[in-house]
């Protein structure tokens, strides 16, 4: 047997049936996970204290950290009679030094979460829910505790597809050229 299978899972075949012998490759293996960065640590922790927020305020969480290819979706919550889809960008700093934590969702990361929210409701075929994109922005950290800024309709997606239609239809062409 090849014990150089990259799988920790191999299937052994016998004359009469087929056994799924789940071998665990790892045992010998050494866990040696670097630590995280802190950055990511508070991240992690901004999250958790944001669906500890929506949880309080009745929403039902269906996915946290939900990824579509490159695009991910912090929060996806419902609420109790399964009408709203609740797609929630988070957004944590240890203090406000470098500004809200909100002013860094720009254009193209809104426009990335529209995109995965598309593919999530497709996945799950949610089509009979009404989208709405909040934003929380929490600041602090584990140690001195966290302030929590709930922006419900964050951005609005008819106006955001409109504008780029808009500039799409109307880039200046330069003379003589087909540019």
Known sequence: MNNQNKSPYFLYFSRNSLFLHVISLQRNIKATKEPMAEHYDLG???????????????????????????RDLDIVAIDQDSSILLVVEVKTR??????????????????????????????????????RYDTISVTGTPETGAEIIHKENAFDVTSHFQYHEVMRHHKKKKPGTWQ
């Open 94 to 131: 240890s203090s406000e030094v470098w500004g809200n934590p909100d002013e860094a969702i720009d254009d193209e990361k809104k426009n990335n979460i529209i995109r995965a929210t598309a593919a999530y409701v497709s996945c799950f075929k949610l089509g009979y829910c009404q989208i």
């Open 44 to 70: 992690r922790w901004g999250e958790e204290q944001a669906a500890l927020y929506l949880k309080k305020k009745g929403w039902y969480i269906r996915h946290r950290d939900w990824h579509d290819r490159h």
